[in-house]
């Protein structure tokens, strides 16, 4: 099964190991050896760096006429958790994760979380294994075949939402973690956005930035839905 995956990414790895520790998640690791560091989240951090630095070296040198604070928002929505759950979906991923019970029975191998999680460790184990190029050529794969220009779903509401409260003065808004939930490698936050004490807008996401940011679009969508 596993020969299918490296067919779907088009990668096939000199040390099959670095392959299955990308596909092991922490739930499986604990529950089988109870030794979270054989699951695939070291592989996620680097893959994660690794990801995000050739996605900005492409977009700088493709996009010259572009500003800095454009080209961080076109990276954010390339690397973001919709787009390489995406990835995985195209690649099948989800079929050969290594779950534990708990996460398989929940739905895991069709969480955007877990997929995208492990398509950033499948990357670092292509680095380990075949060097920068091996990287390039997945990111180069499945990555860059769309680059966002506009409609970004990853956006800088936050700025947005300043930039159009402050038309008038005398505006303060603030942001408030009202909930957290789930384990330590799922976690998912609710933020919520106030305009002079009142709530306008609510958000979740998988890091309080990411529900700041979904609070703020929401606050927009009430305030000024012109603006969306």
């Known amino acids: 099964m596993i020969k299918d995956l490296e067919e779907a990414i088009g990668y096939r790895f000199h040390n099959i190991s670095?392959?299955?520790n990308a596909l092991t998640h922490s739930s499986f690791a604990n529950e089988r050896w109870h030794n979270s560091l054989l699951s695939n989240e070291r592989l996620e951090f680097l893959g994660d760096s690794?990801?995000?630095?050739?996605?900005?070296?492409?977009?700088?040198?493709?996009?010259?006429?572009?500003?800095e604070g454009e080209l961080t928002r076109m990276r954010a929505d390339m690397v973001c958790e919709k787009t390489l759950a995406s990835v995985a979906a195209r690649i099948h991923l989800g079929d050969h994760l290594m779950l534990g019970h708990g996460e398989e029975q929940g739905g895991g191998r069709s969480r955007d979380s877990i997929l995208a999680d492990a398509v950033e460790s499948v990357i670092a184990a292509c680095f380990l294994d075949g060097g920068i190029e091996a990287a390039q050529r997945f990111i180069r794969t499945f990555i860059l075949v769309e680059v966002p220009v506009s409609q970004m779903h990853n956006a800088d509401y936050k700025t947005k939402l300043q930039e159009l409260v402050q038309q008038k003065k005398n505006q303060v808004l603030s942001y408030t973690l009202t909930?957290?939930?789930g384990p330590d490698h799922d976690k998912h936050f609710t933020v919520a956005v106030s305009l002079n004490g009142g709530m306008?807008?609510?958000?979740?996401?998988?890091?309080?930035?990411?529900a700041e940011q979904e609070a703020a679009r929401a606050a927009i969508r009430n305030l000024f839905p012109n603006e969306l």
């Open 50 to 67: 690794i990801l995000g630095m050739l996605v900005a070296e492409y977009l700088y040198r493709n996009f010259p006429d572009r500003p």
């Open 179 to 181: 909930g957290e939930s």
């Open 200 to 210: 306008v807008g609510q958000g979740e996401g998988r890091s309080k930035k990411r």
């Open 18 to 20: 670095l392959l299955q």
